[in-house]
C-alpha cells in the first residue's frame, strides 16, 4: 500500500514538472525550422557537372581473343574490318565557362579516339584533350560552346574531418546523380591509386561513372574531384576518395601553359620517421620527413641538406610526412623557391633552394 502511494505521488509531481516546461516546449515546437539548403545550392552547381563518353579504337591484334591460336586460324588478321572498340563512361566538372574548359580524370580519357562531353540539357560536343597528368589522374579537356555553367572553386586547406560534402557525377551511365555524406579523412596516401596521392576521403557514395565528378561542399564550390572507390568488385562500401581541388589546380595551370606537367625536384631522397630511424639518428622529432640521402650536385646538395635533417616545413606549411613533402614538391614548377625548414642535431634552420628540370618527368621513385 505504501509502495502505492509512492507512485502516486511520484506521478503527480512529474506531470506538475512537466507542465510548468509547457510553455517553453510549445514556444521551441513553434520555431521555424530552416529550409534545406541542398536543392537551390544543388540548382546552380549540377549544371556544371557533365557526363564524359569515350571511345578507344583497337586493332583486331590488340583483341584479347587473337592470342589464342584457335581464333588466329579463324580469322585473317590482316582483315581490318575485325577492328574493335571499348566504351568508357565517366564525368566532368566545368571550371572555366568562357574557354570551354572541363577537368576530370586521367584514366577517363586516357588513349581515346573520340570523347564526348554531355551537358545537363542533353547537349554534346566533342571534346579535345589540352594535357593529362597520370602520375596525380587529372585530365584537362576543351569543348567549343558558349553556353556552359562553371563551378566556383573552393579552398581544400581550410578542410575538416566531419564538413558535409555532396558528389556529383554519372554513376554506371544512370546520368546525373547526387549523393552526400561527410569528409571520413583528409591526407589519405599510400593507395596505391596514383603516383601522388593526398586523398579527401569521404562515405558520399562514389561509384563507377562517377570518376572525374565533383566533390563540393554546402556553398556549392568544388573542393575535389572524384577519382576512386575502394570494395568489393568495384562497388561502394562507403569509402571514396577525391583529389583535393587545389592539387588539382596547380595540375591545371601547368597544363594550361605547358600542355603537360613540367616537373622537378631537388635532389633528396625521403621517409618517414620511424621508431628504427629515431634511434639511428637519436631523433625526438616525432612528425616530419627525413632525408635519407642528397643526390650528388642537385639543388639540394649546393643547398647545404644533409642526410638525417628532418623536414618539419616547406615554404611555410608544416610537413608531417614524407609523402607530404613530396606531394608538395611535385606539384611546383621548375624554377620555384624553396624554403625548406629543417631540424638538424636538434637545431632548426631555415635552407633556401629551387626546383631543378628532371630527365624523367614521367617516371616516380624515391628521389624529389
Known sequence: MKKQIFMYFLAIALIMAISTKLPALNAWAQLPIPNNPLPEMLKRVIPAVVNISTRIRLTHKENPLFKDPFYRELFDMSDKSLEWEIQNLGSGVVIDASKGYVITNHHVIDKADQITVTLQDNRSYDAT????????EIAL????????????????????????????????????????????????????????????QTDASINPGNSGGALVNLQGELIGINTAIVGPNGSNVGIGFAIPINMANHVVKQIIQ???IQRGQIGIQIQNIT???????????????????????????????KKGDIVIAMNGQPID??????????LMRVGDKVDLHISRDGQEKTIKTRIAKTD???ELGNQY
Open 129 to 136: 584533350v589540352i594535357g593529362s597528368d597520370p602520375n596525380t
Open 141 to 200: 579537356i576543351k569543348i567549343k560552346t558558349g553556353k556552359l555553367v562553371e563551378l566556383p572553386k573552393g579552398n581544400s586547406d581550410t578542410l575538416q574531418v566531419g564538413d558535409i560534402v555532396v558528389a556529383i557525377g554519372s554513376p554506371f551511365g544512370l546520368g546525373q546523380t547526387v549523393t552526400s555524406g561527410i569528409i571520413s579523412a583528409l591526407g589519405r596516401s599510400s593507395l596505391g591509386i596514383e603516383g601522388y596521392e593526398d586523398f579527401i
Open 258 to 260: 605547358y600542355g603537360n
Open 275 to 305: 621508431p628504427d630511424l629515431a634511434r639511428t639518428f637519436n631523433i625526438k622529432q616525432q612528425q616530419g620527413a627525413i632525408i635519407s640521402g642528397v643526390i650528388p650536385g642537385s639543388p639540394a646538395d649546393k643547398a647545404g641538406l
Open 321 to 330: 610526412t614524407s609523402t607530404r613533402l613530396s606531394n608538395s614538391i611535385a
Open 360 to 362: 624523367n618527368n614521367a
